[in-house]
């Protein structure tokens, strides 16, 4: 008989990222961090990415409800003239972003952090993927807003969603843009000595 698998702890309330995990084949918890995020700073965004996510795994971990599991906390931020954009405070800004974007190129920075509760350790590591953003005209970035889904997510767009016809492509993980990178939370988690198909439901 097989053991049955680890826990596994998703320290987030992002439904993206709870899909790709669960299309990864594992079965996550959600336990949502609820850190103030406007309290973390950092030098680059590269580095507030990371800083945030492992700020949330770590906030998680040390529940007694997360004893025993892994922990998976992320945030992203859209790197453009070396500013972090996160989501939009409203549909005004949400407006002026898209059009500030367009046509434009941009990092989607995805912090990393995998905590073993057990263990007592974690790993880290931010990934980037490189956007290329299309030409939306006005009424497109209009009705785009409009349906409220830039609000909700980093940089005021997604690749899974309504729009995903405003990117022309990208240069690296698609997951990182939506969310999670698997491929690089496959590696910190082997990095803690963790298969992940021993994650496997």
């Avoid at 992203?76 to 500013?83: F, H, R």
């Avoid at 491929?183 to 963790?194: A, M, Y």
Wanted: proline share 6%; aromatic share 4%; with cysteine.
């Amino acid at each position: 008989m097989t053991a049955d698998p680890r826990r596994v702890v998703l320290a987030s309330a992002s439904p993206a990222r709870l899909n790709l995990l669960r299309q990864a084949g594992l079965a996550p918890e959600v336990i949502v961090s609820g850190v103030d995020e406007s309290k973390t700073h950092a030098p680059t965004p590269a580095e507030l990415a990371l800083a945030l996510a492992e700020a949330k795994a770590a906030h998680v971990a040390a529940r007694p409800e997360a004893f025993g599991a892994l922990v998976i906390g992320c945030d992203s931020v859209l790197e453009l003239d070396k500013q972090a954009l996160g989501k939009p405070a409203d549909a005004e800004e949400a407006t002026a972003r898209w059009k500030a974007m367009r046509g434009r190129v941009g990092i989607l920075q995805t912090g990393h952090c995998v905590y073993d509760t057990a263990a007592k350790r974690y790993e880290s590591a931010t990934a980037s993927t490189v956007v290329r953003f299309g030409e939306p005209t006005d009424a497109e970035i209009a009705a785009y807003v409009a349906s409220g889904e830039p609000l909700h997510v980093a940089g005021a767009f997604t690749l899974d969603g309504r729009s995903a016809p405003f990117i022309d492509g990208i240069d690296g993980d698609p997951g990182n843009v939506i969310g999670l990178s698997l491929p690089l939370l496959r590696t910190l988690l082997g990095k803690l000595d963790v298969q992940i198909t021993d994650l496997w439901a």
